[in-house]
């Protein structure tokens, strides 16, 4: 009997380890079991640490083998070895941090075979189509890659340091002005302050910020208790204006919308308006209330400059996925995962240990299609 | 048993080269080598819930998403819900006199959480019945993973048609590099409107969602309505349900209790248990525990003397035999180049270039009853060991002669009479000795050189004699005994400054 047939009632687990949180599930579910940091307790110092804060090689191997047995083993509560798993993972990811994690699961946790699927493309089968542009806003950056057919194009990626943590930086440095200790406020409550009390403002009222004399009245102002006892203020001002950096464009005129139209300018000219009517918004940053319909108004704000006109692009239409934003690219792994791709594709202990390389998505042996 | 969360001040190094405290340390009895946490393999043994104790088979387990279908948690602070009855109005309001009808709703005891406050009503039982969730997504997702496999098994099947029609042909460059015309064209950007028979064969993908121009609308109310924090989930709250992820309290349900795993560990090298738990959840007992606290000499340190730079100092350890067999522990110098054990296995290492062992799969023969049932288990790999990371900056003088450490006995705790034995000892060496026990004086001298304040950690190879039980078989009566070494490291304080 072929590998791939007793594959199907098998239990795979999928993986997509986000610079801040890991989602972990099985394939074919329509939800992980669980969204986690991507982080470990230290067993020395007794300091929690975040995997992608590694040090070396030898530091990352140990801090995924410790993560890696804390998903098995409290979350998925099986056995690893002997067992397949898909691994999504953005195209740009760097070498170290995949070859390494593949040297823990082989190595260390002996499975029997790795999928590693591009995020961008395999959020499009939650969709079932093949042709979008996927903008994924996560921890670090923003990436955008236009997916045409069933592959990514690769040379018109598009990427900014525009995501969690430079809404993180810039509402510290927002409430700082106003309050005093918050440097000393641990990222957690900086993240939850952002996500309950902070929301994406109207484009008309954004322009306003800049003038001298605003002509808007800011939303409330919330009274966020911090540790019990003391009570800082988050104005309406703070409150809108920390998304705006996404918006705000920077010295080369970069922003989130411009990252849009410059991927789907890179595109073949009969691709673009495709593109610009299948849009795909995934990462956990987009779930920000008002993210979508700013996003909306900036891009067709930028269509009236020179730069985008020969564009020639109308409409914008955004495709929304049967999942919350944050797990697309895990579900769409764990479409992947249902299939018998995992046996026609992935690869084997044994293929991993005789050749001692993983595929790689720019190298054009490994490119077939997915 | 208070050293176990004290500080780790005597380290042993494990086999694959991490230091650890005794307690965390396991002693492999086959392969004698101590193995850790790190270096075994660890599996699971048995599903149970936490709360109600009830154990389930991993099939179940594995049904029910690993968690307990009884037992819920709150959303609001993860503590356990409590069942806690409500109204009791009678069941029959027409006859007064028919027996009062209890009725059940969730309370979290810590949080003060119920899931009245979400408005779901009491249950007339107590055991659930609570209503369950479902993905609202469910019947879409359905389709495109349905959608999605059909069409994979089409492609599958079409290229092994392919391939038989190909046979004994000549390949085509594209095809050997694995890209087709199609997937070049797609690769450069141009529509794939290639009229192959491979595209117009191949089974519809699920249908294709439709993109909006629409957005969800800006919510005014955020710039008018004052907002209300205690109405606001925190992230942690909303990821607890990744599929729902609700962002107000209102719509806080409760959670299926996660279930608890009991782990074995199983040697790398030669595939035994290190530890196996017993089935039954409320035991808290081993069927197999081969922790290192019961056969590898137990050091400890007593007393040292304040450690100065190029002086030296005494050092006094305490030896402690667990073993039912004699012992005699001989100190060797620190020896960090030595590999241990496993030398004549194949490794795999920082390299990879190795191929995996070719080790039979566990035969019916010769092998441990709790593997039989593991013949889909393919053998582990071993991997080779780390060097170890941990400098010493103090010498010890190696003592000449040995310690003999009688065997533990239960009794001799209880014994009063201090009957020693009859062991010579070397005075200079042994300075008390009780039972099983022995203290032993060392000369120790911390590097010249050192700063003030530096940590001292000195380091010497323990060589004890191990008597393995296991190896006897019915023709061989005689315990096999034989030497085996163990590197030890001590942290034995900062540097002091002179008198
Ligand atoms: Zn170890
Ligand atoms: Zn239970
Ligand atoms: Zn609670
Ligand atoms: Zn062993």
């Known amino acids: 009997m072929p590998i791939y047939e ?131 806003v996560g921890y670090i950056e923003a990436v955008a890659i236009p997916v045409c057919f069933g592959l990514p194009v690769i040379h018109a990626w598009q990427a900014l340091p525009l995501g969690a943590q430079a809404i993180h930086n810039n509402l510290r440095t927002l409430l700082s002005s106003e309050n005093t200790g918050i440097n000393q ?98 990462g956990g940053s987009v779930m920000a209330p008002g993210f979508k319909a700013r996003l909306k108004d900036e891009l067709h704000k930028q269509l009236k400059y020179e730069r985008y006109k020969k564009l020639r692009i109308k409409t914008f239409k955004f495709h929304s996925p049967p999942c919350k934003e944050n797990y697309a690219a895990w579900l769409g792994g764990g479409i992947y995962g249902a299939t018998e791709v995992l046996g026609m594709k992935a690869l084997t202990r044994e293929k991993y240990f005789l050749e001692n390389r993983l595929p790689d998505w720019p190298n054009m042996r490994d490119n077939r299609t997915l | 048993m208070s050293y176990i969360v004290s500080p780790d001040v005597v380290k042993y190094a494990c086999t694959c080269g991490l230091l650890k405290p005794i307690s965390c340390l396991y002693f492999c009895r086959y392969c004698c080598e101590l193995r850790c946490g790190f270096c075994v393999c660890h599996e699971v043994d048995s599903h149970f819930c936490g709360k109600c104790c009830e154990n389930l088979p991993s099939s179940e387990a594995r049904l029910k998403k690993n968690r307990c279908g009884n037992c819920y948690i709150c959303p609001c602070c993860q503590q356990e819900l409590s069942t806690r009855i409500g109204s009791k109005g009678p069941s029959n309001p027409e006859d007064p006199k028919s027996t009062p009808k209890k009725m059940y709703y969730l309370s979290c005891l810590y949080c003060r959480w119920s899931s009245r406050d979400v408005g779901i009503p009491d249950q007339g039982a107590a055991t659930g019945g609570w209503p369950e969730r479902e993905n609202v997504h469910a019947n879409r997702l359905q389709e495109v993973i349905e959608g999605y496999k059909a069409f994979i098994t089409a492609q599958r099947q079409q290229k092994e048609r392919e391939k038989k029609k190909q046979r004994g042909k000549f390949i085509s460059y594209t095809d050997r590099t694995g890209v087709t015309a199609a997937a070049l064209r797609k690769r450069i950007g141009l529509p794939a409107e290639v009229p192959n ?43 607890l349900q990744p599929d729902l992820q609700p962002t107000t309290v209102d719509k806080l349900f409760p959670i299926h209790k996660q279930l608890s795993i009991k782990r074995s560990l199983r040697c790398r090298s030669c595939e035994h248990n290190v530890s196996k738990p017993e089935y039954n959840p409320n035991s808290v007992k081993f069927k197999i525990q081969l922790f290192a606290y019961y056969h590898i000499p137990e050091v400890r340190i007593v007393t040292v003397e304040p450690l100065r730079a190029g002086k030296t100092a005494e050092l006094i350890l305490k030896f402690t035999n667990p073993t039912q067999h004699q012992t005699v522990i001989t100190f060797l110098p620190l020896d960090l180049t030595d590999k241990g054990g496993d030398g004549d296995r194949e490794v795999v290492g920082e390299t990879q270039s190795l191929n995996l062992p070719e080790k039979q799969p566990p035969s019916l023969g010769g092998q441990p009853s709790s593997l039989l049932s593991l013949s889909s288990r393919q053998p582990s790999i071993t991997i080779k060991p780390r060097p170890i990371r941990q400098a010493t900056n103090c010498s010890i003088a190696i003592p000449g002669s040995k310690v003999i450490l009688p065997p533990r006995d239960d009794a001799a705790e209880y014994d009063d009479s201090g009957e020693t034995h009859n062991i010579q000892d070397d005075t200079k060496l042994v300075v008390w000795r009780k039972s099983n026990k022995a203290f032993v004086k060392l000369a120790v001298t911390p590097d010249d050189g050192l700063e003030l304040n530096t940590e001292i950690v000195a380091g010497f190879t323990m060589q004890h004699i191990y008597t393995n039980t296991i190896a006897t078989t019915v023709e061989n009566k005689e315990p096999d005994r034989h030497d085996h070494n163990v590197r030890v490291f001590l942290s034995l304080g900062n540097l002091v400054g002179s008198e």
Do not use: W
């Open chain 1, 6 to 136: 007793t594959l199907s009632d098998r239990l795979t687990v999928v993986l997509d380890i986000g610079a801040a949180y890991t989602k972990f599930g099985f394939s074919g579910e329509y939800a992980p079991r669980c969204i986690i940091r991507s982080e470990v307790r230290c067993k020395k110092t007794n300091q929690v640490r975040r995997i992608f804060d590694f040090k070396d090689e030898q530091d990352l191997y140990d801090l995924l083998v410790d993560f890696i047995h804390t998903l098995y083993f409290k979350y998925a509560l099986f056995s690893p070895k002997d067992k397949p798993i898909v691994v999504v993972e953005s195209l740009l990811s760097p070498t170290l941090f995949r070859e390494t994690l593949a040297k823990v699961l082989f190595v260390h946790y002996e499975i029997s075979m790795m999928l590693i699927v591009p995020s961008h493309l395999v959020s499009l089968s939650t969709l079932g189509a093949e042709t979008a542009l996927v903008l994924d």
């Open chain 1, 185 to 282: 406020l641990p990222e957690t409550v900086i993240e939850d302050i952002k996500v309950r009390c902070c929301f994406v403002t109207k484009q008309k009222r954004a322009e306003q910020f800049n003038l001298a004399k605003p002509d808007i009245t800011f939303a409330p102002e919330v009274k966020y208790p911090i540790g019990g006892s003391d009570i800082i203020t988050i104005s309406g001002k703070v409150r809108e204006k920390v998304y705006e950096i996404l918006y705000d464009e920077d010295n080369d005129h970069l922003s989130l919308s411009t990252m849009i139209l410059d991927a789907i300018l890179k595109v073949d000219m009969h691709l673009r308006n495709q593109l610009a009517e299948n849009i795909l918004l995934i």
């Open chain 2, 197 to 239: 028979t491979y595209y117009r064969n191949r089974p519809k993908p699920p249908e294709v969602a439709i993109a909006r121009e629409e957005v969800e609308d800006f919510p005014e109310d955020l710039l008018t309505k004052a907002l209300n924090l205690m109405e606001i989930t925190t992230i942690d709250q909303r990821l």
